[in-house]
């Protein structure tokens, strides 16, 4: 440890070690190590796909209403398991890239991969992002070649080439050069190794993509006009996927704005000396400890018998407690303990850095360097550094499948 080391690191939390499980879903499981989850929008586009799809293959090969449905639902299945082997497709390029994958999430409108960090160069950033396209493509073209070779008419040629449709056109409409889908990813790419900067190959890639979310728009309404599309459910639909692709867009926009301000320390330079006492130490005597500190602005942290950190003095409960009670209360009573998701590397910066606290931006967070422990990161003190003015939005690295 530096000049600030005043206690031994915590014996089991590391430096992220692995990726965090974490999601706004039904959990499915693992699949290649990686936890997926599934979104409750999900629910209401498979039931409105069951119906119509159902609908359509009973009229059109003369099935019953209960078969309709159960070919939909089937269907419905196959494009779940083919969005989720193209987020797979990020992962494990990602993984091989050397960034860790916090999950995969199937959605309503497709799903994303969450990352652990930003690609590092732009030749990794164009690589993850084709693995996606590339992988609905193949599967497109497997599906074409099933409903090829099927007798035709049937049940099974027609959902072979339904499902090849959906492939292709889902490879196809990703691959345009526009954030959030996999194609703005390679935008970004090619910008950023053109300019030498990833934030400007960002806001590029987010510009085009709010352009491209009007284009969808346009077409869609132009099509309803000249009735060129029939009932609700494709127009409404298509409406959706542009208002999600513009709001993707502006959140990479304000996500490069927001990285472009980050100052160029690490952790390690921005983390806070500790002033390290027992548990039982009573308030008052833990704030007049961290007074005579003569480094800037402490922080208490709670270490046990073998001088390990355990955990770090909670600001908003420590400062609820009364003056006339606080030579009688305990620091470990507003103590916060140390868990594997508040332990930060010392070398982490920039974007890198952001992404960590992602989570918890108002959190505390140990700064190390194998066993050395540097100080503790408070997340406000980045978040102020970032937005003085205002709290930014937390930015996630994300893989669209739209």
């Known amino acids: 440890m530096d000049e600030h080391r005043t206690a031994s690191a915590p014996a089991s939390p590391a430096a992220r070690p692995q990726p965090r499980e974490r999601g706004a879903g039904i959990p ?59 987020e797979l497709g990020h992962a494990v390029t990602s993984r091989r890239s050397g960034i860790g994958v916090r999950g995969i999430t199937l959605e309503m409108l497709g799903g994303y991969t969450e990352m652990e960090r930003e690609a590092p160069r732009p030749g990794v950033e164009l690589y993850v992002s084709l693995a996606g396209p590339v992988v609905s493509l193949a599967i497109g073209l497997v599906a074409a ?22 492939n292709i056109v889902v490879a196809l ?8 889908l996999d194609g703005g990813r390679a935008l970004q790419a090619l910008v950023w190794q053109l300019s030498g900067d990833a934030n400007v190959g960002r806001q590029v890639a987010g510009w085009a993509g709010r352009v491209l979310a009007l284009a969808t728009a346009g077409v869609a309404l132009l099509l309803w006009h000249f009735r060129l599309v029939h009932g609700y459910f494709g127009i409404l639909f298509t409406l959706l996927v542009a208002l999600t692709m513009w709001v993707g867009a502006g959140q990479a926009i304000r996500h490069a704005k927001a990285t472009a301000s980050l100052p160029p320390f690490s952790a390690r330079e921005l983390a806070r000396p500790v002033v390290a006492v027992t548990a039982d130490t009573p308030l008052s005597e833990a704030d007049r400890i961290a007074s005579m500190a003569a480094e800037r602005a402490p922080v208490v942290a709670v270490v046990d018998g073998g001088g390990s950190l355990v955990g770090f003095v909670h600001g908003a409960s420590a400062r609820a407690v009364p003056a006339e009670r606080r030579p009688w209360v305990p620091i470990g009573d507003v103590t916060r303990r140390i868990d594997r998701d508040h332990v930060l590397a010392g070398d982490l910066r920039g974007p890198d850095l952001l992404m960590a606290i992602n989570d918890d931006p108002g959190g505390d967070y140990l700064v190390v360097t194998g066993e050395d422990v540097h100080g503790v990161l408070r997340g406000a003190d980045l978040v102020s550094l970032v937005a003085p003015t205002r709290r930014p939005r937390r930015p996630t690295v994300r893989r669209n499948s739209t």
């Open 145 to 166: 070649g099933a409903a090829v070779v099927l007798p035709p008419g049937g049940i099974a040629a027609t959902f072979a080439f339904q499902l090849a449709l959906s």
């Open 28 to 86: 499915l499981g693992r699949l290649a190590g990686v936890p997926i989850y599934l979104a409750p929008s999900w629910l209401l586009l498979a039931g409105l796909i069951t119906l119509t799809y159902g609908q359509y293959m009973a009229s059109r090969l003369g099935l019953s209403f209960t078969t309709g449905l159960a070919v939909g639902f089937g269907f419905v299945v196959c494009l779940l398991i083919s969005v989720l082997l193209h």
């Open 173 to 180: 409409f990703n691959a345009l050069p526009g954030l959030p």
